[in-house]
């Protein structure tokens, strides 16, 4: 992440915050980011595969 992405999410934040609060939306805009970059690369499965593993998990 970027400096400047931090601050775009530090601007977005109210005027009173915590230290906790700040680290949970970073975390979370990461978590996004790599998500998104995982299904542009097509690393994902479908909610279809998802339902054939299971079934087989299951029996």
């Known amino acids: ?3 400047e992405a931090v601050q775009k ?3 977005t934040l109210p005027d009173e915050v915590t230290i906790d609060d700040i ?3 970073l975390i979370l805009i990461q978590i996004f ?3 998104r ?5 097509g690393q994902f499965v479908t909610h ?3 339902g054939k593993r ?6």
Do not use: F, I, P
């Open 33 to 35: 980011d790599e998500g």
């Open 37 to 41: 970059k995982q299904y542009e690369a």
């Open 54 to 59: 299971l079934e087989k998990w299951l029996k």
């Open 48 to 50: 279809d595969e998802v």
């Open 9 to 11: 999410v530090v601007d």
């Open 1 to 3: 992440m970027t400096k």
């Open 23 to 25: 680290v949970e939306r």
